[in-house]
């Protein structure tokens, strides 16, 4: 396969915002990278507070961290993926090295923004960069969109891993957007029921009629605290 020399990629630029611009393409520098194109990218809650923000040290910088595409190019030593393959990524890469990657905490790696900045966090673009053991294969039935949130989904079951949420349960989850919505379909999945609170009726009726919830609260219209007691 030929591939181009140049990728389209939106560019941060002084004002906050981004232009659409052609960049070199990234390339496999170790044996066990891969090159992914996108075909899906999320925006995520912390692209939309950094929109229109000036900040002179992001200049120039490409970002996007949920992300979903196709395997294009593999390293030598890469044998879990191979050309073709459909595939989510997790974005968060860290050194490897430090104590808290040996212990499997890479989320807090010191290095850890450095490091996904110039590799697979740069969603939106065309293709990106980076180590073949941060890649999934996607089954067939499960599209690019979904694909690219499952870093969203891998939160919410990290909670419940921690919490140790079961059957019979009653959890709440204060904020209704992305992560709280999919936290609160993780906790269905467990047995558990869930209330959850937000301040904007939207979400909260996106929550019990598409997810399901025991109850909804709107907290400014009801003491969350009190409310909770008196349903548990």
């Known amino acids: 396969m030929v591939l181009p020399k140049t990728r389209k990629a ?22 066990d990278y891969v090159l992914v194109k996108v075909r899906g990218s999320g925006v995520c809650g ?7 923000v000036p900040r002179p040290e992001s200049v120039g ?28 990524v997790d974005t968060v890469i860290g050194c490897g090295k430090c104590y808290w990657c040996r212990v499997g905490q890479y989320h807090i790696c010191p290095q850890r923004s450095e490091i996904r900045g110039r590799t697979f966090a740069q969603g939106f673009s065309e293709y990106i960069v980076g180590p073949a053991d941060h890649v999934y294969k996607i ?12 870093d969203v989904y891998g939160t919410s079951v990290h909670a419940i891993n ?15 957007g992305p992560i709280g919505q999919s936290l609160l379909d993780q906790v269905n999945v467990t047995g558990a029921n869930g209330i959850i609170i937000d301040i904007i009726d939207s979400p ?23 409310r909770v007691m008196e349903l548990t």
């Open 10 to 31: 939106a560019v941060k630029t002084a004002e906050g915002t981004f232009e659409i611009k052609e960049v070199p393409m990234p390339e496999i520098t170790q044996p």
């Open 46 to 52: 912390s692209d939309l507070h950094s929109w229109k």
């Open 61 to 88: 910088r490409i970002t996007g961290h949920e992300v979903a595409g196709d395997v294009v190019a593999v390293g030598e030593d890469v044998t879990n993926v191979k050309p073709s393959d459909r595939v989510g």
């Open 139 to 150: 089954p067939d039935h499960v599209g690019y969109g979904e694909a690219a949130i499952m």
């Open 162 to 176: 921690r919490t140790n949420t079961h059957m019979g349960q009653t959890v709440a989850i204060f904020g209704a």
């Open 204 to 226: 909260l009726e996106f929550a019990e009629n598409t997810i399901g919830a025991l109850e909804t609260i709107n907290s400014t219209e009801v003491d969350p605290v009190k």
